[in-house]
């Protein structure tokens, strides 16, 4: 916005006052002023000429009021008003070269970037194969491989050897879950061979897991032997590598798990988990003596997973390439911080060369359904916005939750719900280069309808 | 900022451990500096004095962030974009959460713009005794209007007090923006490699922060970040391009990896500027509002882990905002700071001798759950916050930090006078049902032993079933 006064101007509305004797009055030369209001500020030389070109027009009224008889000398100092705009000083000269006019550059410069690699990175992850072939002794239709990254998940040092892998869940007796959940399972809640078969052919599970949870003595307390059967029929349902997973019982969970791994023998199967609150050398042995791949699990401390980890091998005599560690899943807005640090901690330790943390890592992202987020109506809290709707918070939850850990270093998660594990899939694969998409012109967005 | 010994920073302080920064040593207010607690401005007389003119000078630039730090916004609801010195959280801590900016349209009718800019600017959810907001609001010039955008923005201004993103390529539209809102430091999106002498005009004129958009190209964003600090430009937001999908999304998310390794671990000071995500671009991808959304989601998640220090974002659901804002939450947290609150009892509302004593862990989030699901129902109780070394409920009953011994010396601690409660009862946690016998026998009478909800969302039901106690 610029404001203009000219002495032109004020002639003029002079005039229109009727004052008759500006008549044969001659103003020398115009003044014009502009200010521009919009910038952001104003500089010490404009400030200073600013106030200059004010003090010419005071100059020219002086003049003019002298002409129409006014005694300006007797009643003013004219000479100070003579100094007044006299050139700038010399100090306000050299304040003002010290804030350089703004210039536009007329070419772009030149620059190159580069960016090193994570030179103390210096240990691969360990590769672990689960499932076996005919061919190896057992009879899947084929095996996954763990493992084997030399860099963070997703870095540019190094590609990574295998996407991360999704287990889904499947239990020995119905259970509680969310709504948005059961609603997958509601017709195969009763036979873990037809869940099984569902994860696979519907849902596209890359594994599955038994969890068998009715062998807890608070629960059905299953016969050891009982257990091992439901193995036995979902080894038979599906033709992918399975996992084994107990009740959480530190009593029974090494006696149903060796069971389970005899029953298994030659499969290479996943035992979910020796625990170092519990007998985790009799599940060690079981998977040696049994070829199977045991799952080291400890709770958010990185120096009881090294100790874990170091006894299995060293007195469980489990060898390096059949050790998964599972370093506990706290949940999106339920402690996932301490999750991430941990497995990131864990990832970056063995980069680095702590050969008692080189291995893949488990998530069981299924606890995202613990977290009241995720399955709750409303919230309790009536001060909070909406929640929306819950059938479709629960599956982001899960999402959010499992893909957050793969960023931290997850090589396979154990899951539920059908879309997160699509999800899970496809961010995790994108972003390891092996989707092909036609990619929208990035710009587009600031024009798009909506 | 790469230093990490105080004894390098006592150097350039006066040590006279005058005191007036608060701490008792100058060595102690040196350490404060190397974990961020304090700031160079708290040392009086290193900032009067003008014989530390020059130590002043050193100790700002070694305690400068790797990564610049750019203001967007005035008073209250500015933002800190960047400001960072680490590559992952755990080595220290991030600072500053990458603002998330809901974008609304210049064709929108204004009862629609109206509405979405009240709902995103009155979205909150309450977690670990904080309320989860919104920061900034984009404005997208779909009309390419320079009238109507600053319609536009006229109106948002007027409906809302958050920081904005002017978003054009067209440096007439921006300009129209400007005039409006340059007074509130807005960001304007975006200088490109057609624009960017007008749009450096624009940023100089109304000293305004700036973002540069050179998409997949960083040898052309560095240029272009080189030739805006040429021209004296420094407040600068760098967008390398998201690709929402593809091949190119792989490439967007390397590219954020190695802008932020160059800034923290390879002090390249020339391109360590705050990097720019556009979640917004899973809607370029489908029709289907639900999946967008949930793509959304995802991308954010990936750039708020690996560097996303700023986004603009669309979706406004419940089931999005939520996870997203929690995400964002949970790794901006600062993971030196342990999440407990202060053993001991609490009151919520005004509770008497008809209130029940309900028993919690010290874990920040399981208190503040428990303490809002009372409050925000009006029930008046006293909550008993035992130390469990900040374990929740589960894992400490699991894990043996909390058990019935701790429960009962807790409750003997605070002298609590069970004699002037009408209803003498402890509340347990559903998920500790399983020592609600041997309390009975510690407590001996002196309060009954009640089993609550194993969610505390469920109290208030539990309050209308079993309270008072028959």
Not at chain 1, 157 to 182: L, Q, S
Not at chain 1, 323 to 336: K, N, S
């Amino acid at each position: 916005m610029a404001e203009k006064i000219t002495l032109s101007d004020l002639n003029k509305t002079l005039s229109e006052m009727n004052v008759q004797s500006l008549e044969g009055v001659k103003i020398e030369g115009d003044v014009e002023i502009e200010i521009d209001a919009g910038a952001g500020g104003v500089g010490p030389l404009f400030a200073y000429y600013f106030g200059q070109e004010a003090a010419q027009i005071a100059m020219q009224l002086i003049k003019f009021a002298k002409a129409v008889g006014y005694p300006v000398d007797a009643l003013m100092q004219p000479v100070a008003l003579a100094q007044a705009i006299a050139p700038a000083p010399k100090e306000l000269a050299a304040a003002a070269a010290a804030v350089p006019a703004f210039k536009i550059a007329s070419t772009l410069a030149s620059a190159k970037f580069a960016v090193g690699t994570d030179k103390t990175w210096r240990l691969p992850i360990q590769e672990v194969t689960i499932g076996a072939t005919k061919a190896d002794g057992g009879s899947r239709g084929h095996v996954v491989k763990l493992g084997g990254e030399k860099a963070m998940p997703f870095f540019p040092d190094a590609p990574m050897p295998h996407n991360p892998k999704i287990t889904m869940d499947v239990f020995d007796m119905p259970i509680g879950m969310a709504k948005a959940v059961k609603m997958h399972y509601e017709d195969v809640i009763n036979s873990p061979a037809e869940w099984a078969k569902k994860a696979v052919k519907q849902y596209g599970a890359d594994l599955v897991t038994v969890h068998l949870i009715s062998t807890d003595p608070l629960l059905k307390d299953t016969k050891p032997q009982d257990a091992a059967k439901t193995v036995e029929e979902v080894l038979q349902a599906v033709d992918v590598p399975i996992c084994i997973g107990g009740s959480g019982n530190p009593e029974k969970d090494p006696i149903v798990l060796s069971k389970a791994a005899e029953a298994a023998q030659g499969e290479r199967v996943l035992i979910a988990s020796a625990n170092l609150n519990m007998d985790w050398e009799k599940i060690g042995k079981a998977c040696v003596d049994n070829g199977h791949v045991c799952l080291a699990w400890t709770q958010l401390e990185i120096n009881s997973q090294k100790e874990l980890n170091r006894k299995l091998m060293k007195v469980a005599k489990v060898p390096r390439e059949s050790i998964v560690m599972d370093p506990t899943t706290a949940a999106l807005a339920y402690g996932l911080d301490f999750a991430y640090s941990n497995m990131e901690r864990i990832r970056l330790g063995a980069l680095k060369g702590d050969e008692e943390l080189t291995f893949p890592m488990s998530s069981g992202t299924t606890n995202a359904w613990g977290v009241r987020e995720a399955w709750m109506v409303r919230s309790p809290n009536k001060d909070d916005s909406d929640w929306g709707d819950r059938m479709l918070r629960g599956p982001i939850w899960e999402i959010l939750t499992g893909f957050t850990l793969a960023m931290a270093g997850v090589d396979i998660f154990m899951m539920m719900h059908p879309q997160a594990v699509a999800y899970v899939h496809e961010i995790t694969q994108s972003l390891m280069g092996l989707i092909e998409a036609k990619t929208p012109d990035t710009a587009s967005w600031l024009k798009m309808e909506v | 900022m790469k230093e990490s010994s105080p004894l390098n920073l006592y150097k350039q302080l006066p040590q006279t451990n005058c005191k007036e920064c608060g701490e008792q040593t100058c060595m102690a207010f040196a350490a404060g500096l190397i974990d961020r607690t304090k700031k160079v401005e708290d040392c009086t007389p290193l900032i009067k004095e003008k014989k530390y003119a020059k130590k002043l000078d050193t100790l700002k630039s070694i305690v400068s962030p790797e990564l610049a730090l750019v203001l967007i916004g005035t008073g209250e609801k500015q933002v800190k974009v960047g400001g960072e010195d680490v590559m992952y959280r755990h080595q220290m801590t991030f600072f500053n959460k990458s603002p998330f900016a809901y974008d609304v349209a210049d064709n929108m009718d204004e009862a629609k713009l109206v509405e979405r800019v009240k709902k995103i600017s009155t979205w909150r959810k309450f977690y670990i005794g904080k309320w989860e907001q919104v920061e900034m609001i984009a404005v997208r010039s779909v009309s390419d209007d320079p009238a109507k955008f600053a319609a536009c923005v006229k109106k948002v201004m007027e409906t809302s007090d958050y920081p904005l993103i002017l978003c054009s390529f067209n440096p007439k539209v921006l300009r129209a923006g400007l005039e409006v809102a340059a007074k509130n430091r807005p960001l304007i999106y975006a200088a490109n490699k057609d624009n960017w002498q007008e749009v450096a005009k624009l940023a100089d004129e109304f000293k305004v922060p700036v973002t540069l958009s050179v998409p997949f190209d960083l040898d052309g964003l560095k240029s272009m970040a080189a030739t805006f600090v040429g021209m004296g430009l420094k407040d600068l937001i760098l967008d390398p391009g998201t690709a929402p999908n593809g091949k190119k999304l792989q490439e967007s998310l390397l590219n954020f990896i190695k802008l932020r390794r160059a800034a923290v671990e390879e002090a390249q000071r020339d391109i360590a500027y705050p990097v720019m995500a556009l979640p917004i671009n899973a809607w370029l991808t489908t029709q289907d509002p639900v999946r967008a959304a949930y793509w959304e989601s995802v991308l954010t998640g990936a750039f708020v882990i690996r560097g996303g220090a700023i986004m603009i974002k669309h979706s406004i659901e419940a089931y999005s905002m939520m996870p997203d804002m929690h995400l964002r939450f949970n790794i901006y947290t600062d993971p030196r700071k342990p999440v407990q609150v202060k053993p001991g009892l609490y009151k919520v509302g005004t509770p008497g001798p008809e209130s029940p004593v309900i028993v919690t862990t010290n874990f920040a989030l399981t208190y503040y759950t428990v303490e809002s699901d009372v409050a925000s129902n009006s029930i008046n109780a006293y909550i008993l916050s035992v130390n469990t070394d900040g374990i929740g409920v589960q894992a400490s009953v699991a894990g043996g930090q909390l058990n019935p011994t701790k429960i009962k010396e807790a409750m003997d601690e605070t002298g609590f006078d069970w004699k002037g409660q009408k209803y003498p009862a402890i509340m347990l946690p559903g998920m500790a049902a399983k020592f609600s016998g041997e309390l009975e026998d510690l407590f001996a009478g002196k309060a009954k032993i009640m089993v609550g909800p194993e969610d505390s969302g469920r109290i208030v039901g539990w309050m209308k079933d079993f309270w008072p106690p028959k």
